[in-house]
């Protein structure tokens, strides 16, 4: 398999927030690795054996069952322990595996933002490709700047699956995707800004890049955890007038 370049991300915090729940609050995070540049579609052809039509451009319309699937491929390449384990389409993630795995949330924001605190860490211009770009297609990884982690293509170009569940009250099994794409205006283009979708959705403008990194916990880490699901699916709770749980 093309060889995977890694990005080594110091410990630090990140700041986060529910826009329903009308929350903030702080994650502190250990160190860990993240991809240099979005999986393309020369990485994911290898471990799944089809032809990439365009070898080094992200790899789009990939559900996030498939980049699960992936990581776990991937680390099974290099003799890497796999993170995840499937029953069904339940995934539980083995947090004290060094195998690859889709980042948390709160580790995509914090390497994304390389110690920039405004929506972008740069001009946008510069460091995405969006709509004012004026392409019809996910662009070739790392035409633009990288941030100061070294990281291409966090902002635009593609969205990228995270571990996380967006809003299990709301949405179910929905996980979040993060960055904005090609086709974005700059309003959806921050390092902010959350989206997601079912697990089998893909989308032309959806990929993923991966993480590396093991804890020594049970079912939580790195700003996310099993029992914090478990809250935010309870719907027991008031809601906001005119919101109705998607059933």
Known sequence: MSDIEMAGIAAGSVMLHDARRKIRWSVDLEPFEIGVFAVTEEQLAEIIGE????????AVDVPWLRAIRFCNAASEWEGLDSAYSFDG??????VDSDGYRLPTEAEWEFACRAGSNGPHYGPLTEVAWTSADGV???????????????????LGNAW??????????????????RGGGFADDAWNVRASTRRGGAPRMHHDDVGFRVARGGFDSTNEAQGWSARADRERADTDVPLPPGWTPRR
């Open 160 to 177: 990228e699956w995270c571990w996380d569940l967006l809003d299990p009250a709301r949405y179910g099994d929905y996980r979040v995707f």
């Open 51 to 58: 032809t990439a039509s365009h070898p080094r451009r992200p």
């Open 136 to 154: 019809s297609a996910p662009q070739n990884v790392g035409g633009k700047l990288p941030n100061l982690n070294g990281l291409f293509d966090t």
């Open 89 to 94: 389409e339940d995934i539980t993630w083995h």
